[in-house]
């Protein structure tokens, strides 16, 4: 082995000594309280945490959109509407995606979301 080599390997060496003795011993993430976890569970921190349901009924699907529902076709209580959901965008142009609810009997019976084209570049 000649003099740079040894030299290099050195100096990773003892690069790797000092890395290991500054991180200090490992520790395990503390207990959480009896009671409860630390922070609240993924689900709470969505801004849609009212999901679609079936079955619910017209009032309860806009109020868990948090978008009021525009009427597309269908007899009453066999209807289908549509939700615009304003999910952000860059500051310039906000993306509206679409949303479809298919209500049979008043109830939710399926939903579809349609993203389509973008009419501005067509």
Request: hydrophobic content about 45%; aromatic content about 12%; charged content about 15%.
């Amino acid at each position: 082995m000649n003099k740079r080599t040894f030299t290099a390997s050195l100096l990773i060496a003892v690069s790797a000594a000092w890395l290991v003795a500054s991180l200090g011993p490992a520790s395990a993430q503390p207990v959480p309280p009896a009671g409860g976890l630390l922070s609240p569970p993924f689900v709470a921190t969505l801004s849609n945490n009212t999901p679609l349901a079936f079955g619910m009924d017209v009032e309860d699907a806009a109020r868990a959109l948090g978008t009021p529902l525009n009427y597309i076709r269908g007899r009453p209580g066999d209807e289908i509407f549509l939700a615009f959901r304003n999910i952000g965008g860059s500051g310039l142009f906000f993306q509206k995606h679409r949303l479809y609810l298919q209500f049979r009997k008043g109830r939710l019976a399926g939903w579809k979301g349609d993203w389509g084209h973008n009419w501005m570049w067509q």
